[in-house]
């Protein structure tokens, strides 16, 4: 019998999101069960009816999201492990479909190991509250990925970094991708408990203005079309937020790009409006 799982482009994507999984723990960034990943998979699954859909779990959302019903999301599981995942994902993730009322969800399993073993990451009324508000603002953005990447994180626990005009000058300023690549800068959203509608509700503001963002104190979420130019936005960022830190440990002051320099390379890319 065909199930959603032989949907090869679905498969692709399980496939990326395993690599992605592999790269934030190499990179240090997905201590323990840090980090999750969805994707809405509207564009995939737009024409599939699950046979026998009740026979899946189904769990109440806190929430209604009327924008997302009838909708399928892949999403990393609760308490899973990133290094577990990129070598056996469909064991630590999982695809939900949202009800037609859009008030709860069904864990559509491969097989019966996971309709108990597996739920969806404590981050899901984030990750589904962002994926509907890109949904009704006409965004192609399908893809959100939050993670502990350490030199970003260090620079939000200082005062001095809190600002987001001040952090995006020094980040723009230490490699000439960082303008080109984020040119809406990242957004700083305050310290909230994770997992909360308080830090959902900042989180989806604060995106107006910002495809990344940074957690204070806890981590970033960033959000694009396509899972590795997602993963892009942080790593190019965190690479400046490295060459900074390296150069305060080294014991002198990082003489950044120039205004006039920044300047020149937004004309010649094209980007900020130019
Ligand atoms: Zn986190």
């Given at each position: 019998?065909?199930?959603?799982?032989?949907?090869?482009?679905?498969?692709?994507?399980?496939?990326?999101?395993?690599?992605?999984?592999?790269?934030?723990?190499?990179?240090?960034?997905?201590?323990?069960?840090?980090?999750?990943?969805?994707?809405n998979?509207c564009d995939?699954?737009?024409?599939?009816?699950?046979?026998?859909?009740?026979?899946?779990?189904?769990?109440?959302?806190?929430?209604?999201?009327?924008g997302l019903?009838?909708?399928?999301?892949?999403?990393?599981?609760?308490?899973?492990?990133?290094?577990?995942?990129?070598?056996?994902?469909?064991?630590?993730?999982?695809?939900?479909?949202?009800?037609?009322?859009?008030?709860?969800?069904?864990?559509?399993?491969?097989?019966?190991?996971?309709?108990?073993?597996?739920?969806?990451?404590?981050?899901?009324?984030?990750?589904?509250?962002i994926h509907e508000q890109m949904v009704k603002n006409g965004s192609k953005n399908r893809v959100i990925?939050?993670?502990?990447?350490?030199?970003?994180?260090?620079?939000?626990?200082?005062?001095?970094?809190?600002?987001?005009?001040?952090?995006?000058?020094?980040?723009?300023?230490?490699?000439?991708?960082?303008?080109?690549?984020?040119?809406r800068?990242?957004?700083?959203?305050?310290?909230?408990?994770?997992?909360?509608?308080?830090?959902?509700?900042?989180?989806i503001?604060?995106l107006a203005?910002h495809d990344?963002?940074?957690?204070?104190?806890?981590?970033?979420?960033a959000v694009g079309e396509e899972?590795?130019?997602t993963?892009?936005?942080?790593?190019?960022?965190?690479?400046?937020?490295?060459?900074?830190?390296?150069?305060?440990?080294?014991?002198?002051?990082?003489?950044?790009?120039?205004?006039?320099?920044?300047?020149?390379?937004?004309?010649?890319?094209?980007?900020?409006?130019?």
């Amino acid at each position: 019998m065909n199930t959603i799982f032989d949907n090869k482009q679905l498969q692709e994507k399980i496939h990326d999101v395993a690599e992605l999984a592999d790269y934030l723990w190499q990179k240090g960034w997905a201590e323990r069960n840090a980090g999750n990943i969805s994707i809405n998979l509207c564009d995939i699954l737009k024409d599939v009816t699950v046979t026998d859909l009740e026979k899946y779990p189904e769990f109440k959302l806190k929430k209604a999201l009327p924008g997302l019903k009838g909708g399928f999301f892949f999403v990393t599981g609760t308490g899973k492990r990133m290094r577990d995942l990129a070598r056996n994902p469909l064991l630590n993730a999982c695809v939900i479909r949202i009800s037609d009322k859009g008030d709860s969800y069904r864990i559509i399993s491969q097989n019966d190991i996971n309709f108990y073993e597996l739920r969806p990451t404590s981050e899901l009324p984030t990750h589904l509250g962002i994926h509907e508000q890109m949904v009704k603002n006409g965004s192609k953005n399908r893809v959100i990925v939050h993670t502990h990447p350490n030199e970003l994180i260090a620079l939000s626990h200082s005062p001095m970094y809190k600002s987001e005009d001040v952090l995006n000058r020094i980040l723009w300023g230490m490699h000439p991708e960082s303008v080109i690549v984020v040119p809406r800068g990242v957004g700083m959203v305050p310290y909230e408990i994770p997992g909360t509608t308080d830090i959902a509700e900042l989180t989806i503001k604060a995106l107006a203005d910002h495809d990344v963002l940074i957690w204070e104190k806890h981590g970033c979420l960033a959000v694009g079309e396509e899972l590795f130019d997602t993963f892009d936005l942080i790593d190019t960022l965190s690479k400046s937020a490295q060459i900074f830190i390296y150069a305060k440990s080294a014991g002198f002051e990082p003489e950044g790009l120039t205004e006039n320099q920044l300047l020149d390379l937004k004309k010649a890319f094209h980007v900020g409006g130019y």
